[in-house]
């Protein structure tokens, strides 16, 4: 019987939809905007499809950190082994995580962000293989599965997967909100991989030409931006690059609107989103992938949540982005939080890679019933 350690972080991904880029040390920040807890939930996805899965055992904390999600999800066994006195912290996850080790799991199953991995990471080294269900805010660590489902089908195929080296990374947050991309490399930790389950860590590409093609692809757009459309602008520099071209100074790590040539809000929120969307006729969402991840939705942007999607259709997401990225990205994955949304977008999208320029790029999830054999990662 396999042995699986389960840590989950309640307040992981909070700091998301309000626009705070991170949670860590923001939690009450996070709820004064109207924050929700999300990270159970995306625990019970992952959870919900092995409570009938034979030959597991969970280990886990109680209450919010893992136990109400267990029996919540329809599993009966499980041990409680760590309780946290009052609000957990990362020290809970830490002390959880140097019980579980002492326990002797098979796997330590986690939910939460970049810094939950880290903390984790801190206390078994590579003694323990990791395994995220990605529910933070930023999610750079090749220790993911790409989506809550791929999490499930990685716990109950364990017998066929192989154990990678996989990045355990994070960001200065307090950089990351001012606008730098500060990343730093923790370790090396040992996640079980099945073809096509577990994220790579992000990438940044600084090629010499990357910035005349980010020019090329922000004077095409900038052709062909409709009058009295809404536009929502997602992060990274080939989007700052569009707003650069129209004479607008864009937030380089946030989400922001334009209309007409004019900057309507600057690092909008889930709330700004949806309140100047509600009168629109005609939104588009201009986004970028996560370089070699391929996220283009569901890492570092859930301010551009279901519900703002769904406002615009599926049909008005542009995706940009540099050959050279594209050529270093194998496929784009989505992961809004609802499955039936990342579905919507099919089997690929056109992303336009210079002026007027574009390529076809495959869309991947994973399917559910395929068997593990089928997936193994050679």
Known sequence: MKRIGLIINPVAG??????????????????????????????????????NSPGLCFLTCSGDMGESVLAGSGITRYQIVYSPQGKSSALDTKEA????????????LFCGGDGTARDIFSVVGRDVPL????????????????????????????????????EVMDVDEEAYRAGTLDTRL?????????????????????????????GQIAQFMQEVMLPDTLYILGAGTTTEAIARYLGLKKTLLGVDVVKNG??????????????????????RIIISPIGAQGFILGRGNQQISATVIRRAGVGHIIVVATSH???????????????????EFGESIQVICGYRLAQRKRIRQPAPHESNEKKRQI
């Open 262 to 283: 004019r900057l309507v809000a600057r690092d909008a929120d889930e709330k700004i989103l949806l309140r100047l969307t509600g009168g629109e006729k005609d939104i």
């Open 131 to 166: 395994l995220g269900i990605p529910a933070g805010v930023k999610m750079y660590s090749g220790v993911f599965a790409i989506c809550p489902a791929a999490a499930a089908e990685l716990v109950t195929g364990l017998e066929t997967a192989v154990l990678r080296d996989s």
């Open 97 to 108: 995580a140097r019980v579980l080790l002492r326990e002797g799991v098979d796997l330590i």
């Open 325 to 343: 990225k594209l050529q270093e990205t194998p496929e784009l994955l989505v992961d809004t939080g609802d499955p039936e949304l990342d579905r």
């Open 14 to 51: 909070m700091g998301g939809s309000v626009g705070l880029k991170g949670t860590d040390g923001n939690v009450e920040e996070a709820r004064a905007r109207g924050a929700e807890p999300h990270a159970g939930d995306r625990a019970r996805m992952a959870l919900e499809p092995i409570k």
């Open 186 to 214: 923790y370790g090396i930790a040992r996640t079980p991989v099945i073809r096509g389950m577990v994220q790579v860590s992000k990438q940044v590409y600084e090629e010499p030409d990357e910035e005349r093609v980010k």
